[in-house]
């Protein structure tokens, strides 16, 4: 098990070193950097439960929306927090957990789905000093049309995402997912949709 981490952490200052190398001459077509923001949504409803019982980490005042300058430093905070929630946390959805269909909560007791892991790697990398403002919930759907959710982590290098369904952080466009709606830069409680200019047939339908 330990050699699988090194290999993982390896790969992982690869990935690292070629996305803040930048661009490379003679490459074909980059990757989009970032999600297309459109109109202001509904915010979901696991969102709007979880603010109702967790008051003083939703009730913020609108802040100016802000990029991370990512470093390898700050690169291995990702990596490093993102193997960390998803090698400690396991999977059951809210039927399971709490015998409701849809749940937002941090996963304080070693268990949760997809949204309990973005709530808790958000928690984490805030605690780490990373701004609010970039780390966006964002809803997605995947290539069977089910719902999903991920973390958004805004940089200078992109949009990445954290993803308890794959271990690598990569951009939104290489996630291979529909892009629906996420959390505004300026305030958690305002909803954005996305827009996804790439072909429809290469990435879940959104409903």
């Not at 915010?43 to 300058?69: D, T």
């Not at 997912?177 to 200019?197: A, E, H, I, M, T």
Request: aromatic share 8%.
């Amino acid at each position: 098990m330990q050699c699988f981490w090194r290999v993982i952490l390896r790969l992982g200052w690869i990935v690292a070193l070629a996305i803040l190398s930048g661009p490379r001459p003679g490459v074909a077509q980059e990757p989009l950097l970032y999600a297309a923001v459109g109109d202001i949504t509904r915010p979901p409803i696991g969102w709007v439960e979880f603010c109702a019982e967790h008051v003083s980490e939703c009730k913020v005042a609108p802040s100016e929306p802000r990029s991370v300058v990512l470093s390898l430093r700050l690169w291995r905070d990702l990596v490093r927090i993102n193997q960390a929630v998803n090698a400690n946390i396991r999977p059951m959805t809210d039927l399971e957990h709490y015998g409701v269909v849809e749940k937002w909560a941090y996963p304080d007791d070693g268990y949760g789905d997809c949204e309990d892991y973005v709530l808790l790697k958000r928690r984490m990398l805030m605690e780490a000093g990373w701004p609010r403002e970039a780390l966006l919930i964002t809803v997605v759907r995947e290539t069977s049309g089910d719902g999903h959710a991920v973390l958004t982590v805004r940089t200078d290098r992109g949009d990445f995402v954290l993803d308890n369904q794959n271990e690598a952080i990569v951009l939104w466009s290489e996630s291979g997912y529909r892009f629906v709606k996420r959390q505004s830069q300026s305030d958690p409680n305002v909803w954005v949709s996305l827009g996804d200019p790439r072909p429809s047939a290469a990435t879940a339908t959104s409903r």
